[in-house]
T-cell receptor, first 112, second 109 residues
Framework: DGGITQSPKYLFRKEGQNVTLSCEQN?????MYWYRQDPGQGLRLIYY???????QKGDIAEGYSVSREKKESFPLTVTSAQKNPTAFYLC???????????FGEGSRLTVL | KNEVEQSPQNLTAQEGEFITINCSYS?????LHWLQQHPGGGIVSLFM???GKKKHGRLIATINIQEKHSSLHITASHPRDSAVYIC???????????FGEGTQLTVNP
């Protein structure tokens, strides 16, 4: 079945460590997105990519980095420069022509 | 002011009631999505609309492009409908999505 897989589902990190969240899709979607969600708040865009080897900053890109070396994969690195990284992270993908939109199950990052 | 406004923020209903959640937006859009987020956090897309009305089971979504307004209706609500419902618009200018802050729906038995 087609879909988006995020891993890990839960992650604990010490302050000062970088951590990478994985997002893989087998839907052949062109666009992929990373969002951050804090308790009681809406989704905020971190980065998005419309094609391989290209990506754009979203509204809260500081302290994060991404890569898009393959169409299927869009990993997000939360760096030590991100001042408040504890949050729920969601990856999504969409098809350019149909606009269909899929989300992963999310990754919950806690910084100890 | 947010570009996408949802109302109400919170909604509590009794099982069987008819529910309406509203979404207003201020930008030009190519499509509007209604999404459902369950307590575990995962999000599923319920509808994508660019005009008119769509129905899936007990869920109905409508959009009025001229008034920049969409509604999500749930008929014969059930406790399993309890979730956060999110409106998201795809702007005509590109691939970005803009999200409302969500409506927390609780349906009591």
């Amino acid at each position: 079945d087609g879909g988006i897989t995020q891993s890990p589902k839960y992650l604990f990190r010490k302050e000062g460590q970088n951590v990478t969240l994985s997002c893989e899709q087998n839907l052949n979607h062109d666009a992929m997105y990373w969002y951050r969600q804090d308790p009681g708040q809406g989704l905020r865009l971190i980065y998005y990519s419309q094609i391989v080897n290209d990506f754009q900053k979203g509204d809260i890109a500081e302290g994060y980095s991404v890569s898009r070396e393959k169409k299927e994969s869009f990993p997000l690195t939360v760096t030590s420069a991100q001042k408040n990284p504890t949050a729920f992270y969601l990856c999504a993908s969409s098809a350019y022509y149909t606009g269909e939109l899929f989300f992963g199950e999310g990754s919950r990052l806690t910084v100890l | 002011k947010n570009e996408v406004e949802q109302s109400p923020q919170n909604l509590t209903a009794q099982e069987g009631e008819f529910i309406t959640i509203n979404c207003s937006y201020s930008v030009g859009i190519s499509a509007l999505h209604w999404l459902q987020q369950h307590p575990g956090g995962g999000i599923v897309s319920l509808f994508m609309l660019s005009s008119g009305k769509k129905k899936h089971g007990r869920l109905i979504a409508t959009i009025n492009i001229q008034e920049k307004h969409s509604s999500l209706h749930i008929t014969a609500s059930h406790p399993r409908d309890s979730a956060v419902y999110i409106c998201a618009v795809r702007e005509t200018s590109g691939s970005r999505l803009t999200f409302g802050e969500g409506t927390q729906l609780t349906v009591n038995p």
